[in-house]
């Protein structure tokens, strides 16, 4: 199996030659973003094709989404292959196979959290086939309401289809970094870069993807006499922009803000840095934060460079860290300062309240914990 991601369109001349996009009226071929998995043969399989074609353009989820499901279904169809099935003739049985093969030996060690993603891939997967082509759903079964006598509406319901397939997954907490890990983390970076990143992430609550898709134009001083500011989340509009393909706004547009000390840093690295790259390199974006390095200077900085620079400073530190870990601290601090749940969903970008309650009970336990702490040694113990 192999899966090619376009993550940027591109010309073809007559010849079918890859060039590059010219101005109106010349004879292109114009390739739009695109992700597509190949047999062992390098033929497409038509029905993965149709499905991320189709959650790409018409649903229109993030880019990484897409590749994220088009990775799922590779591992899946090579199962099929394997054991020699066919996906428009499954059934629970085989689904269950399929979650064994992924916990056996001879896979890469995955959590339960990584196996039920994989799950709802294949949920969506066989939910928009059945839809459309309706190709038996192994997902779904049925199962019977027990009958009851409180009214005649409720005493007799038809067969609900539900979900079966679901690995139970551990908690494995939540990482909070303390003031002191903190100021130990922004002391390690070399790069005034990666410190104003890692300021963002921790005093705006934002994720990596909506922090790495910062356009210039949201950066500069509203108020002046204001020790907050506004942070505008511009939307990606043209997706097929050159630069934009491992950006995503998850949650979509929200209001954000900013202390104004922070946004002072980041005019200041606009006008002493960015400009001076935008300058030399001619770049065809406008992110803020960008790579420094000589291969790929001007470039918009990737997911995968500000996880090297998290794990080269947290080697240097032995503060462990992950660029999220900053959001949970985001979080939990303004729970720990009785911010109101509806408040704290709201900044976050969390669709539902249960995401958010989670920082809730993290600031009632330790407020719980810290008062059987002063009960116990009340009594010396």
Not at 73 to 91: A, C, G
Not at 109 to 130: C, G, P, Q, V
Not at 203 to 225: C, P, Q
Not at 230 to 239: H, K, Y
Request: glycine share 4%; charged share 25%; aromatic share 14%.
């Amino acid at each position: 199996m192999y899966l090619r991601i376009v993550d940027r369109p591109y010309a073809l001349n007559d010849s079918l030659e890859v060039v590059e996009a010219t101005s109106k009226g010349s004879k292109q071929i114009i390739v739009e973003r695109y992700v597509c998995l190949f047999d062992d043969d390098f033929n497409i399989i038509p029905e993965v094709w149709e499905f991320l074609h189709n959650r790409l353009w018409y649903k229109a989820l993030a880019f990484n989404s897409v590749v994220s499901k088009g990775t799922d279904l590779k591992l899946f169809y090579e199962f099929l292959y394997q054991n020699r099935y066919s996906y428009d003739s499954l059934f629970p049985k085989e689904i269950n196979t399929f979650i064994a093969w992924l916990r056996s030996d001879n896979q890469s060690s995955r959590s339960a959290k990584t196996i039920n993603r994989i799950l709802s891939t294949l949920k969506d997967f066989y939910t928009y086939h059945e839809a459309i082509h309706t190709i038996n759903n192994p997902f779904l079964h049925a199962s019977e309401t027990i009958q009851t006598k409180k009214s005649y509406a409720n005493r007799i319901k038809p067969f609900t289809p539900t979900v079966r397939y679901k690995i139970k997954e551990f908690d494995r907490g939540i990482r909070i970094l303390s003031k002191e890990q903190i100021q130990i983390i922004l002391d390690a970076c070399t790069l005034q870069r990666d410190r104003l990143l890692f300021e963002v992430l921790l005093f705006t609550g934002m994720r990596i993807g909506e922090a790495l898709s910062l356009s210039v134009h949201s950066v500069g001083i509203s108020d002046l006499y204001s020790e907050v500011q506004d942070l505008t989340m511009l939307p990606n509009q043209d997706d097929s922009t050159i630069g934009n393909r491992t950006r995503q706004q998850k949650s979509g547009i929200r209001d954000l803000f900013i202390p104004t000390a922070l946004m002072e840093k980041l005019n200041d690295y606009y006008e002493h840095t960015w400009l001076g790259i935008y300058t030399k390199k001619q770049m065809d974006h406008d992110f803020f934060f960008i790579s420094e390095f000589h291969n790929n200077i001007g470039e918009p900085l990737s997911y995968q460079a500000v996880w090297e620079r998290c794990r080269v400073i947290g080697k240097k530190t032995g503060i462990y860290f992950t660029p999220h870990d900053f959001r949970h601290t985001y979080a939990t601090m303004l729970a720990r300062n009785k911010m109101s749940i509806d408040k704290l969903r709201k900044l976050l970008g969390h669709r539902y309240m249960a995401s958010t309650d989670i920082y809730i009970q993290i600031a009632s336990k330790e407020e719980l914990v810290h008062d059987l702490a002063g009960f116990y040694e009340s009594y010396g113990i």
